[in-house]
C-alpha cells in the first residue's frame, strides 16, 4: 500500500496530493522508492525537489512523468548516481518487491544467470559507474540478455566469460556515448506500469 489506509480519498488526485504533502522519509519516498528503486539521491533530492515544488498532480503517471521531469534536468553525474541505485539485470538478491516479480515471474536457467553476471561485468568495464537498465516488461532474463549483448555490439553466446573483460573498450566518462547511456538509461528507469 502506498498511503495509510486512514488517508484513503475517493480520487487519485487526493492520494498524490497526501503523497506530496509529506517529508522526505513519508508516503512520496516510500511511493517513488516503490516504483522506481530506493537510491539516497531519491530520497535526498527527487523527493525534497518534488514536495517543495508547486506541482498540481492527480495521477501516478503525472508524478513519474513529474519525476522524470527533474531527473532529466540534473547533472550527467547525478542521474548516474539514481541509475546507480537499480539493480543488475539478473540479481536474485537485494531487490526492491517489483523488481523481484517484474525479474522473477519466469525461472531463469542458471546458464543464463552466468551470462547476465558476465554481460554486466561487461557494461560497467565499458559503461564506467552505470548499471545497464532496462524495461523488463514481463520478457525473459534470456531475451534480456539478447538485447544487453546487442547493446553491447556482442555475438549471441552462454559463454560466462566471452568476450574477456580485458578485451571492452570503457568509453570516456562524460563523454558524448557514456552521456548518451546515461540518458538512455534514465529514461529506461521511468517505465512503470
Known sequence: MLFPA????????????YLMSHSIDGPLAFALSTLLEPSSILTDRLVPELTQSDLKLSSYAELIDAALDRVSHW???????????HPRIGETKALSHLSAKEQAERATPPEVLARLAHLNAC???KYEGLRYITFVNGRSRAEIAIEMEEAL????SF??????????????????AWK???TRAVGDSF???
Open 75 to 85: 547533472s550527467h553525474e547525478q542521474q548516474a548516481q539514481f541509475i546507480a541505485g
Open 180 to 182: 548518451g547511456e546515461v
Open 159 to 176: 559463454s560466462t566469460d566471452q568476450p574477456p573483460l580485458d578485451t571492452i573498450e570503457p568509453v570516456e566518462v562524460e563523454g558524448d
Open 6 to 17: 486512514s488517508s484513503l480519498a475517493d480520487s487519485h488526485e487526493h492520494r498524490i496530493c
Open 123 to 125: 557494461y560497467e568495464r
Open 153 to 156: 555490439g556482442l555475438e549471441h
Open 191 to 193: 517505465e512503470v506500469e
